[in-house]
Nanobody
Framework: VQLQAYGGGLVQPGGSLRLSCAAS????????LGWFRQSPGKEREFVAA????????YYEDSVKGRFTISLDKAKNTVALQMNSLKPEDTAAYYC???????????????????WGQGTQVTVSS
């Protein structure tokens, strides 16, 4: 599976950005699609995930109510709408796909077997 993420940039605190990630693989290979982020000197952390079948969503506590993950099945694309951005949201954001992601691993990077390149999000005035 090839993943292409785009949409990062520089935004002021309180602003919004929309990240998108297109998967090349056909839908039967996709089980869970997720977003993770990593800041310099920190480990990669879970942000949000969505099930291909059923559409169940999962969020890291600090982004609940501000970020929304969604699917466009016709385009094999997962998007992350980020509102009310804060400086602490600054990071490289990575999309990921898991072909056999079980529920207990959906917030764990080890539960995903395909990764896109990062797209930088910088929140600063």
């Amino acid at each position: 599976v090839q993943l292409q993420a785009y949409g990062g940039g520089l935004v002021q605190p309180g602003g919004s950005l929309r990240l998108s990630c297109a998967a090349s693989e056909r839908t039967f290979s996709l089980n869970a699609l997720g977003w993770f982020r990593q800041s310099p000197g920190k480990e990669r952390e879970f942000v949000a995930a969505i099930r291909w079948n059923g559409g169940s969503t999962y969020y890291e506590d600090s982004v609940k109510g501000r970020f929304t993950i969604s699917l466009d099945k016709a385009k094999n694309t997962v998007a992350l709408q980020m509102n009310s951005l804060k400086p602490e949201d600054t990071a490289a954001y990575y999309c990921a796909v898991g072909s056999r992601t079980i529920l207990s691993m959906i917030r764990n990077s080890a539960g995903y077997n395909y990764w896109g390149q990062g797209t930088q999000v910088t929140v600063s005035s």
